[in-house]
């Protein structure tokens, strides 16, 4: 690593060379000065930077794009955990009910009657924001990416999964056939709407990775347009010369 490290010194050191020497040829001038003062612009760079506005305007826009994306994965993943607690109470429910005993049986009833409101209690904290996902005051949740607007669909999700939907202790014990079929018509509905926002939460994280891509890809095409309009070659070297001053010095910190 000594050897490597010496070695780097020493290519610091010829490159400190080349930048005095580039900021003697320009009159004494700082690095920054020389490298930022104003010239005359020909066409060619009025072009360029007009051109890189646009790109660096379009990288800004991916990149609000890519973060709203990520925001629809972040209310996927709630409504996937809220269902996870959900279908653990039916699971407890049904799992109450299937005992013979279950009628006579207090403590299964006092099982039961526990699991119900738990879920009540998830449907009644389950929100984004300040925003109740699951007790049926929204029907939907719109999320823009770019010029695209992708719905996630919460309508009937309350009449579903909240305890209204599920029958009561005294109707199970009542009714325990008619109970039990409807707690396991519960859990299949509740299976396939975790199943539809465990696809939705997939494909904004796929929208969001590909948005960044194209924000950095206008980003870097931007920059390359202005270094290859600048005419001065000195400002490209030292362009390059700082980038890679930089890189070392991580290097070796």
């Known amino acids: 690593m000594s050897g490597l490290s010496s070695t780097l010194q020493t290519v610091l050191a010829v490159q400190n060379a080349l930048i005095g020497q580039l900021l003697e040829q320009g009159g004494g001038a700082s690095l920054v000065e020389h490298m930022f003062e104003r010239k005359r612009k020909s066409g060619r760079q009025i072009m360029a930077e007009a051109l890189t506005g646009s790109m660096r305007a379009d990288a800004g826009m991916y990149r609000r794009a890519a973060l709203n994306a990520l925001e629809g994965k972040s209310i996927t993943d709630i409504l996937h955990t ?11 429910m049904i799992a109450a009910l299937n005992d013979p005993s279950f009628g006579a049986n207090q ?3 006092n099982t039961y009657t526990d699991a119900r409101k738990d879920m ?7 929100a984004y924001n300040g925003t109740r996902l699951l007790d049926g005051s929204v029907s939907k949740m719109d999320i823009y990416i770019g010029k695209t607007n992708k ?6 999700a309350a009449g579903l999964f909240t305890t209204g939907a599920v029958p009561d202790t005294a109707s199970a014990v009542g009714t325990p056939a008619v109970a039990l079929s409807t707690l396991k018509t519960r859990l299949d509905d509740l299976k396939l709407k975790d199943s539809y926002w465990q696809a939705s939460g997939a494909g904004f ?17 931007a920059a390359r347009s202005i270094l290859g309009a600048r005419a001065d070659p000195s400002d490209r070297l030292l362009n390059a ?13």
Do not use: V
């Open 82 to 92: 809220a269902t996870e607690g959900m279908r653990q109470s039916l699971s407890t």
């Open 205 to 221: 994280k796929t929208a969001a990775e590909t948005l960044e891509r194209q924000a950095k890809i206008y980003d870097l095409t």
């Open 151 to 156: 719905e996630i669909d919460l309508y009937n």
């Open 107 to 109: 403590t299964l009833q």
């Open 241 to 253: 010369l700082l980038s890679d001053q930089g890189r070392l010095m991580n290097f070796l910190a």
């Open 120 to 126: 009540e209690n998830i449907a009644k904290r389950t």
